[in-house]
């Protein structure tokens, strides 16, 4: 199981993924990179324009242990929760052992009156490798579509 | 075919859940589950409490068809239509002949003029056992993000 | 290959095609469609009438890349953008060599100041056919649970 990159195993590992922020277990979120990593949340704007920056920017699975501290920090008191929904992911290169994949994703905000909205719509851009049984994220750019997304993001996406 | 529980079943089982209900063919909806089986829709909040009760409860697929039954004779006349859009599962556990499994859900409410908003947000919390070639739900807590969920629910979630 | 249609085959070409489509590479969109093939767009209520017509209608390859050339000329400034979250596809009838299947679609609008809201949902129903090693579709009816469909709508479904 450890050589091949399936789509079986990519839907696994997206699922789980959001299933580990949903459950806010922040904790364990850093464990689906790899040591050496590249996360960004950036804007499709911002993306197609080339820029490097992007809102959060981390490339080590040590600065996303960071990030999750400094979360729990600052979150005195949630007033809201989220969900992610998943769309359907596209493997776009599959060398075996490292494949490239896109999948769309769409966050709603949970009020705490009860009403909800669209926080969040764009699409995750994968790199997986194969790390003994597990996939582990080499790299995932999260595109999202709004240019307006609040940089004090209470949550990963 | 019988025995093993894949991730290709569980798909396609959820899926096939959601397009019976979305077809309005109700009537079918509680063969999705075991004839002992426990299907309750509750809030996050009630879950996270550790309240039993939850809005809708059954324990025998015959609460489920009294429950279609009932439904029938209330829906004088509908204004409205949902659409359930489905996350991508997680199996939580994997015993062979059942397994738990997560999945994530939205539900869109279409009104009588067209307008579209979030009827629902929330997590279906399963567990899937293999009754000869198809699987079943023994059981379904469907816990929603909003605490302000319709008891008058014209629909199951 | 070639010959069996499998899940896995499907999910792949439904997060295909609205990849394509969300990347704004609608040049390419006809390709997933063979030759002779049925692509309509048509709402709830007519398809339930059995209105044939649709608001869009096309019966070969060629007159969908006739849309596209329409869409790229009328595309003079495109302010919004949109996200498709495909649901889970459900396998009605499977042939072998040809297959009917049903996807739950959700589109977002995102506007030019970050707004978001809901521009459509409804449900693809498929008949896909394995044309050498990919799947093409013989028919998309595409149908929106919305009455208040935008006919002048600058991107395919």
Same mark, same amino acid.
């Given at each position: 199981?450890?050589? !091949?990159? /399936? +789509?079986?195993?990519? %839907?696994?590992?997206?699922a789980a993924y959001?299933?580990?922020?949903?459950?806010?277990?922040? !904790?364990?979120?850093?464990?689906?990179?790899?040591?050496?990593?590249?996360?960004? @949340?950036?804007?499709? !704007?911002?993306?197609? %324009?080339?820029?490097? &920056?992007?809102?959060?920017?981390?490339?080590?699975?040590?600065?996303?242990?960071?990030? @999750?501290?400094? +979360?729990?920090?600052?979150? #005195?008191?949630?007033?809201?929760?989220?969900?992610?929904?998943?769309?359907?992911? &596209? =493997?776009?290169?599959?060398?075996?052992?490292?494949?490239?994949? !896109? /999948?769309?994703? +769409? @966050?709603?905000? =949970?009020?705490?009156?009860?009403?909800?909205?669209i926080f969040a /719509?764009?699409?995750? +851009?994968?790199? @997986?490798?194969?790390?003994?049984?597990?996939?582990?994220?080499?790299?995932?750019? #999260?595109?999202?579509?709004?240019?307006? #997304?609040? /940089?004090?993001?209470?949550?990963?996406?």
């Amino acid at each position: 199981m450890t050589g !091949e990159i /399936t +789509l079986e195993r990519i %839907l696994a590992l997206q699922a789980a993924y959001i299933r580990c922020i949903d459950h806010d277990e922040l !904790e364990a979120w850093p464990d689906f990179f790899l040591d050496d990593c590249l996360y960004k @949340v950036t804007t499709a !704007e911002n993306y197609r %324009l080339g820029y490097q &920056s992007g809102i959060i920017y981390a490339d080590t699975k040590n600065m996303l242990i960071d990030r @999750v501290a400094a +979360l729990r920090q600052a979150n #005195v008191y949630e007033k809201q929760s989220y969900r992610h929904i998943l769309g359907l992911p &596209s =493997i776009v290169k599959n060398g075996g052992a490292e494949a490239e994949c !896109e /999948t769309p994703f +769409l @966050v709603v905000r =949970i009020m705490h009156d009860g009403q909800s909205d669209i926080f969040a /719509t764009g699409v995750y +851009l994968d790199a @997986v490798r194969a790390a003994g049984n597990d996939l582990k994220f080499a790299q995932r750019i #999260v595109v999202c579509d709004s240019s307006r #997304v609040d /940089t004090l993001m209470a949550l990963p996406l």
